[in-house]
């Protein structure tokens, strides 16, 4: 596994695997553990991922450390690119959600990466921003947003299938956590998994 840079970066080394596994409707895709991990899948395919939990706006790396061409694309649908023998291209994550990639579109090298919204970690009780989309809504991707106050919470949703990439948020409590999450749609019923839960706690 290579060493972490000064900025975060997801690291993906992809190779053609073999295995076959059930993959899961983007809505029900669980956000990843927010801790290292390496994905081991087969002996042909490595996800090696130094943190499988990214913020919006950081890069993911993908790695071909194979001795082919391999085509990195995102099971729903949103993404498809290529990647040469040795090269290692990144990919800035600017919505928010969790999205399982794949490896020349093989349900073996399944892996998820988790996109958490941002916004701050505290403030006091005054309406403050939150922000689920760094870039403008592509093709007629919406979102979705979702919170709930303190982890046991009843979950209630803020947003749905909005255009909008952020918006401000008006506590109506103190000394509470307030929990939040999003989810990006490709198209009204296809879409990633839910993001991470983002906390801000109001003083």
């Known amino acids: 596994m290579r060493s972490v ?3 975060l970066l997801v690291t993906v080394s992809i190779a053609l695997a073999t295995t076959v ?5 983007a809505s029900a ?6 801790l290292v991990t390496m994905f081991n899948i087969s002996n042909e395919c490595e996800f090696a991922v130094m943190s499988s939990q990214t913020v919006l706006g950081e890069a993911v790396e993908f790695a071909n450390n194979s001795g082919s061409t391999r085509t990195v694309s995102d099971q729903a649908g949103f993404w498809s690119f290529t990647v040469s023998t040795k090269q290692q291209p990144n990919k800035t994550m600017n919505h928010a959600g969790t999205y399982t990639w794949l490896c020349d579109a093989n349900a073996g090298s399944a892996a998820p990466i988790g996109v958490r919204m ?3 970690a505290s403030t006091s009780k005054k309406p403050f921003n939150l922000t689920w989309a760094n870039s403008a809504a592509y093709g007629g991707y919406r979102y979705s947003v979702q ?3 303190g982890s046991g919470g009843s979950v209630a949703t803020w947003r749905s299938k909005v255009s909008a990439r952020s918006a401000t948020f008006s506590p109506g409590r103190s000394n509470v956590t307030y929990y939040f999450r999003a989810m990006t749609w490709l198209t009204g019923t ?3 998994g839910w993001s991470a839960w983002k906390t801000v706690h109001v003083t």
């Open 190 to 192: 296809v879409g990633s």
């Open 118 to 120: 941002s916004g701050p």
């Open 21 to 25: 596994l059930g993959a899961s409707a």
């Open 29 to 34: 895709i669980p956000p990843p553990p927010d």
């Open 147 to 149: 919170y709930k106050i």
């Open 5 to 7: 840079r000064t900025r």
